[in-house]
């Protein structure tokens, strides 16, 4: 078994990072852990309500080696490392995922879909976006579907992904955050009628963090 990342490959390989926090995670299933996040730079999806614009334009932030970004993780009191972007499958997340390991790292994907798997994951968030359709390979890899509930039809949009789902794979529905008001009490009653899935909120707009 493979137990080390050559040092060549970690001098070399960058991948472009918008910023990395050391925060609790705030949505889903492992809602309340201390998590380093890691957010990659990029993205083509062109989501009308994404809270994080800023990440779209990869060209705006420098790379920076895998090797600095894992060292810089590994002075977090903790070891859950979340990838998220922007859409981090954009890059090839072989070596980041397999060096963040190898410091003993946890290793979650917050992800579209919209681009092929790569990486070695712990655990797989897939929240699907009507403005780019995500590839069918995820499916079988997805831990938990999270889907963004902006209005009254994204629920059969939404079933229409859990159906397509592995047995295991947690269900849950996330109010777009400036929709919540309107959205959070159709969601409340959808969930009653339909106990499969659960509420998941972004928690940490609540807590006032990143
Ligand atoms: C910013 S995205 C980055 C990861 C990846 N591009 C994706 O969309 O899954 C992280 C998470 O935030 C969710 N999200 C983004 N904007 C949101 C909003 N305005 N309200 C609720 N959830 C939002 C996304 O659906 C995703 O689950
Ligand atoms: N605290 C916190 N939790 C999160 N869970 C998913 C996030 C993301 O942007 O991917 C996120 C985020 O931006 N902050
Ligand atoms: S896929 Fe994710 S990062 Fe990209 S626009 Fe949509 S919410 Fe934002
Ligand atoms: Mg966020």
Not at 65 to 83: M, P
Not at 130 to 154: R, W
Not at 163 to 182: G, V
């Amino acid at each position: 078994m493979k137990t080390q990342l050559s040092e060549t490959i970690l001098d070399t390989l960058e991948l472009p990072v918008m910023e990395a926090f050391y925060t609790i995670q705030g949505e889903g299933f492992h809602q309340g852990k201390a998590a380093y996040f890691i957010r990659l730079a990029g993205c083509d999806v062109g989501c009308h309500w994404c809270d994080v614009k800023e990440s779209w334009d990869a060209t705006k932030f420098p790379k920076q080696r895998i090797k600095d970004v894992v060292a810089e993780a590994s002075k977090s009191n903790c070891r859950l490392a979340v990838i998220t972007g922007g859409e981090p499958l954009m890059h090839n997340l072989d070596v980041l995922t397999e060096a963040l390991q190898l410091k003993g790292f946890k290793v979650h994907l917050e992800t579209s879909g919209a681009h092929p798997l790569s990486g070695r994951w712990d655990w797989i968030c897939f929240s699907p976006k009507k403005f780019k359709k995500p590839l069918p390979g995820i499916y079988d890899f997805a831990n938990e579907l999270k889907v963004v509930v902006y209005n009254k039809s994204d629920f059969a949009w939404a079933e229409s992904f859990a159906e397509n789902m592995r047995e295991e794979c947690l269900l849950y529905l996330q109010p777009e955050w400036s929709k919540q008001h309107k959205m959070l009490p159709l969601i409340i009653d959808y969930i009653k009628d339909n106990p499969k899935w659960q509420v998941s909120l972004q928690t940490h707009k609540y807590m006032d963090i990143p």
